[in-house]
């Protein structure tokens, strides 16, 4: 048999259509926790040893004929401007069409993406792509677990292979998954049998973690399918603060025939059906979580962690609101850092003061509609960074950061002691390395904030006492029960146990 030849790219963006601000061309150009946009052969260069789904692919398929083709994401945020997904979607389909004559294509997609026109970026894109491709032709594509998989994407991609942690330290191995898939479609010469299910309730961010029940036991179902004639089976448990008909959980499955491959998805469906009452959603209101991370400190050796889940960065938030901080503060935290909280003027400021000075500083809160202020304070500037440093945990080790200046202020109070490590570029804490490249050695501290709702918990839960979930403002609206949905499928359950939507 001839060596494949493959075109690869990738577009991942996971879109909140309740956050404030809108992702647009220059978002999927620069850098951020992961690379910019990157285009031809330096996709080789540049991905091949990362945490990332296209560099497993590539790792796996190095008996293949790789054209790569393009490969950007943009930090999590509101809708994707139409031109910017127009312009990206153009350079994708014209790098496939240049390719010539190929044997398929490989895609390393997100899945949760929403433009202004279209409520299934992923599926419109995909309809682009079979325009150049023809019906026929092998798509491979990989997913995030945060997917809202769409019966259009689960139709115009031949195959999809989607995370099976969360946080997501097999992104390169679902990549080398999809490769396998790829493999299996092209030996086959048609495509598999496929079978697709969607659950009749949202299941929320804070407690999807694969590292807790009852997200761990459905997983590891994944990883031992009945021998035989599935070829693959996979759950995605979905992002929910995106207010579209296809939001939430779906299973997916691909077998030799269609009844087999029913019988995966239907198992997996009921298995999800029956763990609904064991979903735990453990937000605790922000002043409450202090306090009793405070309590557990006294008598602890190790921090506690403390998430500021709904103003994650990587669920689409502005990563710039100050409740928990200021809860830190009202509380008389000692020993506490919070980062990394996103405020360009502030961290440009702190620059601009340089290191030892004081001043008063006026620190995140740029969105009241989020329900809170600028937090203001005298601040000593101790630490100064360019935010450039590499990550050193499970998900994204070996990647470079680039977060634009930052800088780590001690907050000036009689009653507390606590650090706010601003940025200038959006990003969440999910590795140490935020804390360490600035001089901050988390494991040192009685409590550290993290602007995470999940992906801290791969980094920082080895090194801590326990970890807390705290309730305070943000764009990633965690009690789905609250959420302003409009556009939902009819019947579908705001959160486990949850109200019905009903529209208006
Ligand atoms: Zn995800």
New binding site residues.
């Given amino acids: 048999m001839k060596t494949p030849r493959i075109a690869i790219a990738g577009f991942q963006h ?1 879109t909140n259509t309740f956050a404030p601000i809108p992702t647009l061309l220059e978002d999927f150009r620069t850098p951020g926790a992961w690379p910019g946009m990157t285009i031809g052969d330096d996709i080789l260069d540049v991905f091949h040893d990362l945490n990332i789904p296209i560099g497993g692919f590539i790792a796996a398929a190095k008996d293949w004929d790789l054209v790569p083709v393009l490969w950007t994401n943009a930090e999590p945020g509101s809708y994707v401007a139409q031109p910017a997904f127009d312009t990206i979607a153009a350079m994708i389909c014209d790098g496939i069409s240049a390719a010539g004559d190929i044997d398929g294509v490989y895609l390393d997609l ?1 899945g ?1 993406m929403v433009t202004d026109d279209f409520e299934d970026g992923e599926g419109e894109l995909l309809a682009r792509i079979r325009e150049v491709t023809g019906p026929h032709l092998p798509i491979a594509a990989s997913l ?4 809202n998989i769409t019966p259009d994407m689960a139709e115009r991609a031949s195959s999809l292979a989607i ?1 099976r942690t ?1 946080p ?1 330290i097999d992104m390169a191995a679902t990549g080398a998954r999809a490769k396998q898939l790829l493999a299996a479609e092209l030996a086959r010469g048609e495509p598999f049998a496929r079978a697709f299910r969607q659950l009749d309730y949202l299941i929320p961010l804070q407690a999807q973690s694969t590292m807790r029940e009852p997200g761990r036991a459905l997983y590891a179902m994944l990883d031992a399918p009945d021998a035989g004639a599935v070829v693959s089976a996979d759950i995605a448990f979905g ?1 929910p603060p995106a207010d579209i008909f296809h939001c939430g959980a779906t299973m997916i499955a691909y077998a030799e025939d269609r009844a087999t491959a029913d019988c995966a998805a239907d198992d997996l469906l009921s298995a999800l059906k029956a763990v609904e009452d064991r979903f735990i959603n453990p937000l605790i209101p922000a002043a409450e979580c202090v306090n009793r991370a405070m309590e557990i400190a006294a008598t602890a050796t190790r921090p506690v962690i403390i998430a500021d889940a709904q103003d994650n960065p ?2 689409g938030a502005t990563g710039d609101t100050t409740g928990l901080l200021e809860a830190l503060v009202a509380c008389g935290a000692t020993k506490a850092v919070l980062g990394i909280l996103w405020d360009p003027d502030t961290a440009t400021r702190a620059h601009a003061a340089g290191h030892g000075a004081e001043f008063d500083a006026t620190i995140g809160g740029r969105y009241p509609e989020l329900g809170c202020t600028p937090f203001r304070a005298r601040v000593r500037v101790e630490k100064l960074s360019d935010g450039q440093f590499t990550a050193t945990g499970r998900m994204y080790g070996g990647a470079k950061a680039e977060l634009g200046l930052c800088a780590s202020l001690l907050i000036m109070d009689e009653n507390s002691e606590v650090r706010v490590v601003v940025g200038s570029v959006r990003a969440q804490n999910a590795d140490q390395a935020n804390f360490t490249h600035i001089g901050i050695d988390p494991s040192r501290q009685n409590i550290v904030a993290v602007k995470s709702t999940v ?1 801290f918990l791969a980094d920082y839960e080895p090194i801590c006492e326990q970890v807390l979930f705290a309730e305070a403002p943000g764009a990633n609206p965690c009690q789905l029960d609250s959420i302003p949905f409009t556009r939902l499928r009819n019947g579908v359950r705001l959160g486990p146990g949850g109200p019905t939507f009903a529209p208006d």
């Fill in positions: 996971e997100h949760a995030d677990l945060h997917a995370y969360y997501h992002f990587g669920a992906h």
